[in-house]
């Protein structure tokens, strides 16, 4: 786990400056666009967003637990932050600052509050929420944002506070709109709803906020849009620090504010520290004490200067991995950047419209309120689903923390109806006999802390059974716990077996859906099913129509900016598989869900290496960081591909004429190698049956001669 070290850091620095750098570079213009948006959605000034983005970076880069996070203002946040400032004298504008200060003396008690977190040690508690429930609280935050950026986007304006008077006043603001900050809008929406599903590799590799800027300004320009549609950033950047104003301590309305933001400010920053250890390729392990510790005091300075609370930001983190960020230097230099722009680039950022930022949030709050978020959470069971829909009803009816603990309470009510006795709802049972927990009665959020803390217990001995003979049921939560337990346990070679859980129901498809004892489920055959089968019969294969975790799909960098949820619909060659991978990309501002068909088998004595397409990043890292295996006589190849490996002398061998050769005819497919496993796979889709086939003998023809490279 990471922990403060002066020494590491400066090791970090001297051995990765390039590739954060430029990583660092790259974010910060994904996250320019966003602060200022978020800021202004707040009920801020604009530069509050900033002020908290380059704390972030500056600060808290140097101090938190995470190894790849990017510290900022969140959009999950923006409900929160309005509410607070509404609450305690009104949202801010030019010449009145209204509940301004009491806010950050708000933000300030609270950053105090995430930092005491930390340093209790809670950080664990967030295993304790049920998905369901959070997932229902960020979903009613989207709709929230979405309902309320829509006046700005139309270039009008709200004058309701409730939720649901602001609902009505919709069918007014489109009468009353004003169609060029519509267009503006409507662009940036279209924009970043296709950007991942355009067929030019080039503009999907660029980040899509930058494109929607590279849009939007000039098209504010053709339209002469006036002054007050524009960011506006003070002229004297000393002039905008504002102090905090504890004058309204007392009240009821501050304290409200105060736990709010800490306790969601918590819950998101350990989330999205969870989703980025993930997809970090090194597969570090953040310290979630230490982060809610450095992301607590970040947020005391930047409430005292003016800027807004913050978390380990789920979207710009993706994006750092993506770029090649290698450790927290790049968190830093993109706060550095950010200041840097402030300072130099004030009449830029201010011919960005509003109408444009409005239209990027309505996209973020699609996002988290995506249909397929829905159907996701319907997928799981029909209980989580409950839970989902009423966390997210009572959250838009009331607010977050009633909404949250309502969820919290429904779920408890479904684990008690399915035979948990209320005396030992946090109590888990088990006999602990040698190197095997026998686990007993109902395995639930309510009591998986305990049973997490026995698991840990023989983390050092590397080896543990836990059997289900005698449980009646295991929830979703318990179970997408357990998967990654045994995930993490797997990477590092330790032993970690469930048995006897076959002998329970799932309740849905869904690898980790809860199960139960006794019932009967069967797997419905779809008209894919059917065809692929086909496949594996004619090539004497075997078919598996059923859902796994799909282990062997992770740990690629080619897949860093997604999460895989599961794989299906498996053909299963000798020594192969190939799977319909579903995974999420929830809270990414460029993804949603991802569903793609792709080629996996276990690594022999291959080089570690990957080979994607060259990307607009890519072009850029090339000049800063010399990683791109070439190969001179085949210059259409180097200018199509980027290969990169640690073993350059190895991959060249790999990398024969005949291969290359090959890979130039069949441009379309990827390629990555880890220590474990070998991935090919076309574009993130899902392959028709023809398309399968070509995967097939594509990939047999590849390994055919790496395997004849490697005898030389």
Not at 549 to 571: C, W
Not at 673 to 691: A, H, M, P, T
């Amino acid at each position: 786990m990471r922990t403060i070290s002066i020494k590491s850091g400066l090791s970090h620095l001297k051995n990765h400056w390039k590739e954060d750098l430029l990583s660092g570079f790259s974010v910060s213009l994904i996250a320019l666009p966003l602060c200022l948006g978020i800021a202004i959605a707040s009920g801020f000034p604009p530069i509050a967003g900033i002020f908290a983005a380059i704390v972030g970076g500056v600060l808290v880069s140097r101090i938190n637990g995470s190894y790849l996070t990017i510290a900022g203002p969140a959009a999950g946040l923006i409900v929160v932050n309005l509410g607070a400032i509404e609450s305690l004298g009104g949202v801010w504008t030019e010449g009145n600052p209204g509940g301004l200060p009491y806010a950050l003396a708000a933000f300030v008690i609270a950053g105090a509050i995430i930092a005491a977190f930390g340093l209790l040690k809670v950080g664990k508690l967030g295993d304790f929420f049920p998905t369901a429930a959070v997932h229902g609280m960020l979903a009613a935050i989207g709709i929230i944002i979405i309902v309320k950026q829509l006046f700005p986007a139309l270039g009008v304006k709200a004058t309701g506070k409730e939720f649901y008077e602001i609902v009505m006043q919709i069918p007014a603001a489109f009468k009353n709109m004003d169609w060029h900050e519509g267009v503006i809008s409507a662009l940036s929406f279209v924009i970043l709803f296709t950007h991942s599903k355009m067929n030019s590799k080039f503009i999907r590799k660029i980040p899509a906020p930058l494109i929607v800027l590279m849009v939007a300004v000039p098209t504010a320009e053709f339209f002469h849009l006036h002054g007050n549609t524009f960011v506006d950033l003070p002229n004297d950047l000393s002039k905008s620090l504002v102090a905090p104003d504890f004058g309204k301590i007392a009240t009821s309305a501050f304290w409200i504010a105060v736990v709010t933001i800490a306790l969601v400010s918590a819950i998101e920053s350990i989330l999205s520290a969870l989703a980025v250890d993930q997809l970090d390729p090194k597969k570090r392990k953040s310290n979630f004490n230490q982060d809610l510790i450095g992301l607590g005091g970040g947020t005391m300075v930047a409430g005292a200067i003016g800027g807004l609370p913050m978390i380990s930001e789920i979207v710009r983190s993706s994006a750092n991995i993506g770029y090649g960020a290698k450790s927290q230097w790049s968190n830093f230099f993109h706060g550095l950047f950010l200041l840097v722009f402030i300072l130099l680039l004030k009449p830029i950022i201010e011919m960005i419209p509003l109408s444009a930022l409005a239209g990027m949030l309505i996209f973020t709050g699609f996002r988290l309120a995506s249909p397929k978020e829905f159907k996701h959470m319907w997928e799981v069971s029909r209980s989580q689903f409950v839970v989902f829909v009423i966390t997210c009803i009572v959250v838009l009816a009331t607010d977050l923390l009633i909404g949250i603990g309502v969820g919290i309470l429904v779920n408890m009510i479904f684990v008690v109806a399915k035979g948990q006795p209320i005396a030992n709802l946090f109590k888990v049972w088990y006999k602990d006999e040698g190197t095997t927990l026998y686990l007993k009665g109902g395995l639930s959020f309510t009591n998986y802390l305990g049973l997490k803390k026995k698991i840990a217990s023989f983390y050092e001995g590397g080896n543990l059974v836990l059997d289900f003979s005698e449980v009646n049921f295991v929830d979703y939560n318990v179970m997408h716990h357990l998967e990654g337990i045994q995930e993490d346990w797997k990477r590092q070679n330790k032993s970690f077996e469930l048995i006897a859980l076959d002998e329970l129901t799932p309740v849905s498809e869904y690898p980790t859906a809860g199960r139960k004892r006794g019932g009967k489920f069967e797997i419905k055959i779809s008209k894919r099913d059917k065809e692929l089968l086909s496949i594996a019969t004619k090539r004497g294969y075997q078919y598996n129509p059923g859902s796994i975790f799909g282990y062997e799909f992770k740990n690629f960098k080619l897949l860093s900016n997604m999460t895989i949820d599961r794989a299906q619909n498996i053909i299963m060659g000798p020594n192969f598989q190939i799977a319909d991978v579903e995974s999420t990309e929830r809270l990414k501002l460029e993804g949603g869900a991802i569903n793609f068909t792709a080629f996996v088998m276990p690594k022999t004595d291959k080089p570690l290496f990957r080979l994607g397409n060259l990307s607009f990043f890519d072009s850029i890292q090339e000049l800063f960081v010399s990683k791109d295996i070439r190969f001179e006589n085949h210059p259409e190849f180097a200018s199509h591909y980027l290969l990169t490996s640690d073993d350059e002398e190895a991959t060249r061998k790999l990398f024969s004429k005949e291969v290359i050769e090959l890979l130039e005819v069949h441009r379309e497919y990827k390629i990555e190698v880890n220590d474990q496993f070998i991935l090919i796979f076309k574009e993130q889709r899902i392959l028709s049956v023809q398309e399968i086939n070509e995967l097939i003998d594509f990939s047999a023809a590849l390994l055919k001669l790496f395997a004849a490279n490697l005898k030389k």
